[in-house]
């Protein structure tokens, strides 16, 4: 059965950059000129997609929304405690997040690329004390999978209602139909009470429709339309 939607509030309303409290607009990252025009970028009720062409800021500014939430620099779940955070002075620091009173995730979990190999090494670490907790994932170790197989068994496995998820180019190891099959398990977590930031190159997932898309470039952060987007046009030209 479909679960039951819950309310539209999401569980962080925005991000916001304290620029008076950036030393130096010239040293990385606050020299990126996306980051550069940032003051509040407004998150949708659902999914919020970050695109642009290659190194306009994509992953810094996630893994900094990422690090003021408390996650490691490279990705997990709440939990994951390996010691990866940034140097102090970094975009993290500057980063405010607005939250909701009343909406608190249940879990929430950032991936990222190497962030399959710390959750699966994760979860060894675990089934060493109760092997059941790999009973889901056919009772073996992800690191026994392909990186897309064990990416979406994560996604479809550990992915739970009412949680929060920052995500990394998600489609990095997925053949087309399995963006498919992640697209499938988005629309079924939003309606779950589940919320999304997502930065992505895939066509695939941005044509996900209960969602906001900001393109990083050169001038700053725009919010496009699906049809406006570059990965649009040329999937529609091709
Ligand atoms: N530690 C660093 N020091 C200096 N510059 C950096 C550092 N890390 C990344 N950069 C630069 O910052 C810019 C933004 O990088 P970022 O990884 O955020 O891009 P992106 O939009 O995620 O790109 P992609 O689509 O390729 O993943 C790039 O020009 C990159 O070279
Ligand atoms: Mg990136």
């Known amino acids: 059965m479909r679960p039951r939607p819950p309310d539209r509030e999401p569980f962080f309303h925005c991000v916001k950059i304290q620029w008076d409290q950036v030393e130096s607009k010239d040293r990385f990252p606050f020299s990126i000129p996306a980051i550069q025009n940032i003051e509040v970028l407004d998150l949708h009720p659902a999914v919020t997609f970050l695109i642009g062409e290659n190194g306009k800021g994509k992953s810094t500014l996630l893994e900094a929304i990422a690090v003021r939430l408390d996650f490691e620099a490279t990705g997990g779940d709440a939990e994951a405690n390996f010691g990866q955070r940034p140097l102090d002075g970094g975009l993290h620091d500057a980063i405010r997040i607005r939250s909701s009173n009343f909406r608190r995730p249940a879990d929430r979990f950032f991936l ?27 009772s073996q170790s992800l690191h026994n999978r392909s990186h897309g197989e064990a990416f979406l068994a994560i996604v479809q496995n550990l992915m739970k209602q009412e949680s929060f998820f920052l995500l990394d180019e998600p489609e990095a190891a997925l053949s087309p139909s399995r963006q498919l099959a992640v697209l499938k398990e988005i629309d079924w977590l939003v309606p779950a009470g589940c919320r999304f930031v997502i930065a992505t190159h895939s066509p695939i997932l941005l044509a996900y429709p209960d969602s906001r898309i900001y393109e990083l470039g050169d001038h700053g952060v725009t919010e496009v339309k699906y049809e406006e987007t570059e990965h649009y046009k040329l999937t529609r030209s091709s």
């Open 112 to 138: 990222r690329a190497e962030t399959v190999f710390i959750l699966a090494t994760q979860l060894d670490r675990k089934a060493r004390k109760d092997p059941q907790v790999l009973r889901r994932f056919g």
